[in-house]
């Protein structure tokens, strides 16, 4: 497919999403040569400005190395901007015929980015349908969360979308599916005999999914607080990864294959209860100590006296053969101590003790983020002539390990997939509709109770009630977490 003329239209060009993430994600890809060699770029957007506006706001955001200046112009050369109300079908209609000058030949290929409100979503899509598809070429959208509030507005969203597109069609980014140790999971797990045997409630005592990030909600207040951190980042990007820590082993490595297991391991999570879920919310650090934080409720864009969770940790529980009775723990935070994704696989203790109780526990910590690493945590005999226990680690950080490689960023790799048509690492409808089943309860219960978030201070590890909350579920802590 990759000889015929391409269009990346990307709705919503003005927006902070597509200045900080997507025209930076575009150029990478065509400066390193990763796209059809005809591929034209068409931001479209409300906002009335010209290419050299689109390329002052964006400029700052992307990187260009010495000697890349001239590919830098080309890149531009290849974008045009096209100003348009999103619920206009005569704008659509000159879209189409922009992108058609272009095309020059029968078959064309198109691919949509959304970049928009999810007000404009409904609109936005229908006019695609109705004026801007392909004829004898593809035509893929891509799409990014929020992917409707709960259960029912997720479901009117599906179903909108059901009626314009094939799923085939319909790329849901989830951009912690892009990222280089989420992918690895899978490999992990299923090329590594030392590992799946062991992948268990037999040996496994609790799985923890974390996410901390060390800055606050500033200047986002208003779309986070009608969305608050779990549904930000836990029904999504933290879910996603259980369920390729927990699901079954693939019949093969086809999309569909994958995502059938994603979504039977969804299928066996029962609905969050209101006693496995602790929240908080970030207050401001005390004066005096460090730069001044504010708390999130001095966030001007943030409604007054707002009960928004910027902190969670909740445990679910999977009933099947594999792993009832073993929590899976998933923790996330904004404006905490550092920024940290990891996954950490704690076993149980080792029956039949003979060290006194001074065996602790393995674990294999899968970081995310930052700085991919494996490390798996285990006990030897001290070196020497002693014959004490040392807790040690087998490590593989990446930098130290793979010196030249270069892991590619989420979003690069997503959007290349869509340019060939994997949706290996994309949301399927039905693994979306399971994720809100699953959270959907508990949201409505925090909300109509008006259940009011733990404090903790900016640039703290948590609430402090979260380590006993974690106690409670069979996670013995390591001291490193
Ligand atoms: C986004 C959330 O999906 O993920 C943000 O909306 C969050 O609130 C971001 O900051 C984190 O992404 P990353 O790749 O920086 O870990």
Same mark, same amino acid.
């Given at each position: 497919?990759?000889?015929?003329?391409?269009?990346?239209?990307?709705?919503?060009?003005?927006g902070?999403?597509? $200045?900080?993430k997507?025209?930076?994600?575009?150029?990478?890809?065509?400066r390193?040569?990763?796209?059809?060699?005809?591929?034209?770029f068409?931001?479209?957007?409300?906002?009335?400005?010209?290419?050299?506006?689109v390329?002052?706001?964006? $400029?700052?955001?992307?990187?260009?190395?010495?000697?890349?200046?001239?590919?830098?112009?080309?890149?531009?050369?290849?974008?045009?901007?096209?100003?348009?109300?999103?619920?206009?079908?005569?704008?659509?209609?000159?879209?189409?015929?922009?992108?058609?000058?272009?095309?020059?030949?029968?078959?064309?290929?198109?691919?949509?980015?959304?970049?928009?409100?999810?007000?404009?979503?409904?609109?936005?899509?229908?006019?695609?349908?109705n004026?801007?598809v392909?004829?004898?070429?593809?035509?893929?959208?891509?799409?990014?969360?929020?992917?409707?509030?709960?259960?029912?507005?997720?479901?009117k969203?599906?179903?909108?979308?059901a009626?314009?597109?094939k799923?085939?069609?319909? #790329?849901?980014?989830?951009? #912690?599916?892009?990222?280089?140790?989420?992918?690895?999971?899978?490999?992990?797990r299923?090329?590594?005999?030392?590992?799946?045997?062991?992948?268990?409630?037999?040996?496994?005592?609790?799985?923890?999914?974390?996410?901390?990030?060390?800055?606050?909600?500033?200047?986002?207040?208003?779309?986070?607080?009608?969305?608050?951190?779990?549904r930000?980042?836990?029904?999504?990007?933290?879910?996603?990864?259980?369920?390729?820590?927990?699901?079954?082993?693939?019949?093969?490595?086809?999309?569909?294959?994958i995502?059938? &297991?994603?979504?039977?391991?969804?299928?066996?999570?029962?609905?969050?209860k209101?006693?496995?879920?602790?929240?908080?919310?970030y207050?401001?650090?005390?004066?005096?100590?460090?730069?001044?934080?504010?708390?999130?409720l001095?966030?001007?864009?943030?409604?007054?006296?707002?009960?928004?969770?910027?902190?969670?940790?909740?445990?679910?529980?999977?009933?099947?053969?594999?792993?009832?009775?073993?929590?899976?723990?998933?923790?996330?935070?904004?404006?905490?101590?550092?920024?940290?994704?990891?996954?950490?696989?704690?076993?149980?203790?080792?029956?039949?003790?003979i060290?006194?109780?001074?065996?602790?526990?393995?674990?294999?910590?899968?970081?995310?983020?930052?700085?991919?690493?494996l490390?798996?945590?285990?006990?030897?005999k001290?070196?020497?002539?002693?014959?004490?226990?040392?807790?040690?680690?087998?490590?593989?950080? #990446?930098?130290?390990? #793979?010196?030249e490689?270069?892991?590619?960023?989420?979003?690069?790799?997503?959007?290349?997939?869509?340019?060939?048509?994997?949706?290996?690492?994309?949301?399927?409808?039905?693994?979306?509709k399971?994720?809100?089943?699953?959270?959907?309860?508990?949201?409505?219960?925090l909300?109509?109770?008006?259940?009011?978030?733990?404090p903790? &201070?900016f640039?703290?590890?948590?609430?402090?009630?979260?380590?006993?909350?974690?106690?409670?579920?069979?996670?013995?802590?390591s001291?490193?977490?």
């Open positions: 497919d990759f000889e015929y003329p391409h269009t990346f239209i990307l709705v919503g060009a003005s902070d999403l597509a $200045k900080k997507i025209y930076p994600t575009i150029w990478y890809l065509y390193d040569n990763l796209l059809p060699e005809k591929t034209k068409i931001g479209y957007a409300r906002t009335n400005q010209s290419m050299s506006d390329q002052d706001k964006c $400029k700052k955001y992307m990187k260009v190395r010495p000697g890349e200046e001239e590919k830098f112009k080309k890149f531009w050369e290849a974008n045009d901007y096209l100003s348009g109300s999103y619920d206009k079908r005569v704008n659509y209609e000159f879209l189409n015929q922009t992108i058609t000058k272009h095309e020059k030949g029968i078959i064309a290929n198109r691919i949509f980015y959304l970049a928009v409100p999810p007000t404009v979503f409904e609109d936005v899509t229908v006019n695609i349908k004026a801007c392909s004829i004898k070429g593809f035509t893929r959208v891509i799409i990014e969360k929020p992917f409707g509030r709960d259960d029912i507005s997720s479901e969203l599906s179903n909108h979308l009626g314009l597109f799923e085939e069609q319909i #790329y849901r980014i989830d951009h #912690y599916l892009g990222k280089e140790m989420v992918q690895n999971l899978m490999t992990i299923f090329a590594n005999q030392i590992f799946s045997p062991s992948w268990n409630r037999e040996n496994i005592a609790s799985v923890q999914i974390s996410f901390k990030e060390p800055f606050g909600t500033e200047g986002r207040g208003g779309y986070f607080d009608d969305f608050g951190i779990i930000d980042v836990m029904q999504n990007h933290l879910l996603q990864i259980l369920s390729l820590v927990a699901m079954e082993k693939p019949v093969s490595l086809n999309p569909n294959d995502r059938d &297991e994603k979504v039977k391991v969804l299928r066996h999570i029962s609905p969050i209101l006693d496995d879920i602790l929240i908080g919310q207050i401001g650090n005390p004066k005096g100590q460090g730069e001044e934080r504010l708390g999130y001095d966030d001007p864009t943030v409604p007054k006296g707002s009960v928004t969770p910027t902190y969670a940790l909740a445990a679910l529980h999977i009933n099947n053969a594999r792993w009832q009775g073993v929590p899976f723990i998933l923790r996330c935070g904004k404006a905490l101590n550092e920024r940290k994704a990891e996954v950490r696989i704690q076993y149980k203790d080792v029956p039949g003790d060290f006194n109780g001074h065996a602790k526990r393995n674990e294999l910590v899968i970081r995310v983020q930052p700085g991919e690493a490390y798996l945590k285990f006990m030897c001290s070196p020497g002539m002693k014959f004490d226990l040392l807790e040690t680690e087998l490590d593989l950080t #990446y930098s130290m390990r #793979y010196k490689a270069d892991v590619p960023d989420a979003y690069e790799r997503l959007i290349l997939d869509v340019f060939t048509g994997t949706q290996m690492h994309f949301v399927r409808n039905d693994e979306l399971e994720a809100w089943r699953i959270f959907t309860p508990v949201l409505k219960l909300e109509e109770q008006h259940i009011r978030p733990l903790y &201070e640039g703290s590890r948590g609430p402090p009630e979260a380590d006993t909350k974690l106690s409670e579920y069979d996670f013995k802590y001291g490193s977490y």
